[in-house]
């Protein structure tokens, strides 16, 4: 239900933009993150960076609701790590994240793991379908 008006809400705020130059996020940080890629990026096309960014800020917010319904699903009024694991956990494409999560001393949560595609179903956090 939120997850779907998130969507929703930024699909249409992608296709109703004007201006491509406006970001939440610093814009030069993330042209020296793609140069910092371990590729020899010397040119980067003037709207590569842009296109990133909003990339960027969509996924923070995305996993930010994600861990604000961990939190509410616990009655709580306060993020904490624990609720960034559990939406980390429970999603199929934040897979990646696992490591890092991992690395940094928390521990994630078992249960079950959603894809992003309706009709995929859920699986284990091991791996095997449930």
Do not use: Y
């Not at 960027?56 to 995305?62: T, W």
């Not at 009024?77 to 494409?93: G, M, P, Y």
């Amino acid at each position: 239900q939120r997850l779907q008006a998130f969507w929703t809400d930024r699909l249409d705020e992608i296709e109703h933009m004007s201006d491509f130059k406006i970001h939440s996020l610093p814009l030069e940080r993330i042209k020296k993150i793609m140069k910092a890629s371990g590729e020899n990026v010397q040119v980067i096309a003037g709207e590569a960076p842009g296109v990133l960014t909003k990339a960027c800020e969509i996924f923070i917010q995305e996993l930010t609701l994600r861990s604000w319904l961990q939190t509410r699903e616990k009655n709580r009024r306060t993020l904490q790590k624990n609720d960034i694991a559990a939406a980390v956990s429970r999603n199929e494409a934040f897979d990646f994240l696992v490591d890092i999560m991992q690395d940094n001393g928390v521990g994630l949560p078992t249960g079950t793991m959603q894809t992003m595609i309706p009709g995929m179903g859920t699986f284990g956090i091991g791996g095997q379908d449930e």
